[in-house]
């Protein structure tokens, strides 16, 4: 009999023999999206509601098992997979998809982790509310998962992270004791912010299992228009004009280099990307959303667009006249990733640096990515509005791609992220830290930081039993 045997029974009784995988093909829990890793669990364990979860967490603590908490395994950094020695639980929270209630008086909606991101809009909208997290894997990704990462996407220009959008938080700790934070309350100065821990904390110090979030009411209208500018410094002048026309209503701004672009017409030709005979350096897709009306809207832009082209700031621009158009130009944007993963692998960084420092760092270390790696292609795309960028490395033209990563990926990540530390940045915008920039976050964070992580993490999971090796090395030897 296997000693993991009597943890394997407990872990059947609490959540029924059929939800404990252990044979078969594991894949999609233990492969991370990027096909990166492949780990092996000890067994798939998933529960159906909080006390389930709380009696799986106490299980493998009295084992001495630890515990890899997963929602919809679409991580960028490898950070919900398990490891290869076959000795951790993969708990899926995806049986845990229920909304639990809208207070539409409150403007809140408490829904399980395990809900998928794009279900959630779909229900909120039905009911007449705007739930304003939005990013291309919506249709898979998890609340859990997107509350663990601290997800951005393309709304975080008006409506900030999703840490911005939690209000209250259901926690089952590393004890396996359950924490009800789920009030809804906007002021509650009632001691340490609880729920901040735990948000971007990728499941190291428990299991979010629940939350309470912000809802907005519809708008009345929203429209998308996409725009050639000449450089980032115009692209980044446009975003000045664009808070001072529409304000609030600006809700989503995101820059496309022309590389990228290309990438999308070459493998998903029957995608019709706007002025690509112009040979522009850069485009825009950006979104007004307007409470009044659409006429109002489309006022509000027409002013936008006449003063940006007057400024130079924009060479040529479309208005979507209806919503297919506009999902079609957003559906360029959010093809750019899918592009660069069928042009063969690549070298992501995910950062963040400030608006107006964009331009000077973009130009500085393009010059000295081609200096240093001849040929290599750089695909440059993501939230201008919020300052973050995913400023990607392809391998150069008839290079092997897999080679390539394998040699180059270390010094082209420490010239990158050299860079992002010169000009005052971040290595990590939102997709996380996961086991891929672990040993990065070592290098480019604050000694008093990591110090004071650790502290955290030691007190609230002393066994280092939920996610270990993820985030945060607590010694040498892990």
């Given amino acids: 009999m296997s000693a993991f045997e009597p943890l394997l029974q407990s872990l059947r009784s609490a959540v029924g023999a059929a939800n404990v995988l252990t044979e078969g093909n594991l894949s999609a829990w233990e492969q991370d999206w990027r096909k990166r890793e492949h780990g092996k669990a000890l067994a798939v364990v998933r529960p159906a509601s909080t006390l389930e979860v709380a009696e799986v967490v106490k299980a ?52 399980e982790a395990g809900c998928v991101l794009q279900s959630l809009q779909e229900t909120c ?19 859990g998962g997107n509350l663990g990462t601290n997800a951005g996407g393309t709304q975080v220009v008006r409506y900030g992270n999703t840490r911005e959008l939690c209000l209250g938080l259901e926690v089952v700790n590393a004890q396996g004791e359950v924490w009800n934070g789920l009030t809804g309350l906007r002021k509650d100065n009632t001691g340490y912010d609880l729920r901040h821990l735990f948000i971007g904390s990728e499941g190291t110090l428990g299991v979010i299992t629940a939350a309470t979030l912000r809802l907005y009411p519809l708008p009345a209208s929203q429209l998308t228009a996409f725009a050639a500018v000449p450089s980032l410094e115009a692209a980044v002048e446009l975003l000045g004009l664009a808070h001072r026309f529409l304000s609030a209503g600006l809700t989503g701004f995101e820059v496309m280099g022309q590389f990228a672009l290309g990438l999308v017409v070459k493998h998903f030709p029957q995608q019709r990307v706007p002025f690509q005979s112009m040979g522009t350096p850069y485009c825009v897709v950006l979104e007004n959303s307007d409470h009044e009306s659409e006429g109002h809207a489309r006022a509000q832009f027409e002013r936008l667009l006449e003063a940006a082209l007057d400024s130079g700031c924009v060479l040529d621009a479309v208005v979507a006249e209806s919503m297919a158009q506009a999902r079609s130009l957003w559906h360029i944007r959010e093809s750019i990733p899918l592009a660069q993963a069928q042009e063969g692998l690549n070298i992501k960084h995910d950062i963040s640096i400030a608006v107006s420092r964009i331009p000077a760092f973009v130009r500085e270390t393009d010059a000295a990515l081609e200096q240093a790696f001849p040929g290599a292609r750089l695909v440059n795309y993501g939230h201008l509005g919020d300052g973050n960028l995913h400023y990607n490395v392809q ?14 990926e270390k010094p082209i990540n420490a010239l990158v992220y050299e860079a992002v530390d010169r000009f005052g940045g971040s290595i990590s915008a939102e997709h996380g830290i996961g086991s891929l920039k672990r040993e990065k976050l070592e290098q480019h964070k604050s000694p008093v930081a990591l110090q004071m992580m ?25």
């Avoid at 290869?84 to 207070?103: A, H, I, K, P, Y």
């Fill in 454 to 478: 650790r502290a955290i993490k030691t007190a609230l999971d002393p066994h280092n039993r939920m996610n270990p090796g993820r985030m945060l090395r607590l010694s040498a030897a892990e």
């Fill in 60 to 111: 493998c603590v009295a084992a001495g098992v630890s515990i890899v908490p997963q929602g919809g395994n679409t991580g960028m950094v490898v950070g919900s997979t398990p490891d290869t020695s076959g000795t951790q639980v993969v708990l899926s929270l995806q049986r845990m998809n229920q909304v639990r209630t809208l207070d539409a008086a409150n403007l809140t909606v408490t829904v």
């Fill in 125 to 143: 909208e039905q009911a007449g509310f705007l739930f304003p997290l939005s990013m291309a894997s919506e249709g898979s990704c998890t609340i």
């Fill in 395 to 408: 391998a150069p033209q008839g290079f092997d791609a897999e080679a390539f990563l394998k040699n180059q």
